[in-house]
Nanobody, 131 residues
Framework: QVHLVESGGGSVQAGGSLTLSCAAS????????MGWFRQAPGKEREGVAL???????VLADSVLGRFTISFDNAKTTVFLQMNSLKPEDTAMYYC?????????????????????????WGRGTQVTVSS
């Protein structure tokens, strides 16, 4: 079992920045990817960004150029640096992890971001952006 704990959410004005963190513990396989999903009230959950242990990343088109995803050196904590925040970024942000897999190609990464749901999830952290 993998345990994920998010932190770093909060309230910020449009144009501001926040950094989310997610610490993973438990049984971590040699290959895995982690990332962030978000869900706004009344909307479906959407993938924001993923990163695997080889540091391959994929980001949603809506956050390209504004958000960055990264690992710490141990690759057990994943960060989401969010800049130039917009009111439409307001959502509950969830950390997720999938063991035993990588982002094998650009197409595979995009499919995993947009269609797959990882097996392990955190409880979420709220991000609110005011105009």
């Amino acid at each position: 079992q993998v345990h994920l704990v998010e932190s770093g959410g909060g309230s910020v004005q449009a144009g501001g920045s926040l950094t989310l963190s997610c610490a993973a513990s438990g049984y971590m396989t040699p290959r895995y990817y982690m990332g962030w999903f978000r869900q706004a009230p009344g909307k479906e959950r959407e993938g924001v960004a993923l990163i695997d242990v080889k540091n391959k990343t994929v980001l949603a088109d809506s956050v390209l150029g504004r958000f960055t995803i990264s690992f710490d050196n141990a690759k057990t904590t994943v960060f989401l640096q969010m800049n130039s925040l917009k009111p439409e970024d307001t959502a509950m942000y969830y950390c997720a992890a999938e063991m035993g897999s990588l982002l094998f190609s650009d197409a595979d990464a995009r499919r995993k971001l947009e269609r797959d749901l990882p097996a392990h999830w955190g409880r979420g952290t709220q991000v609110t952006v005011s105009s």
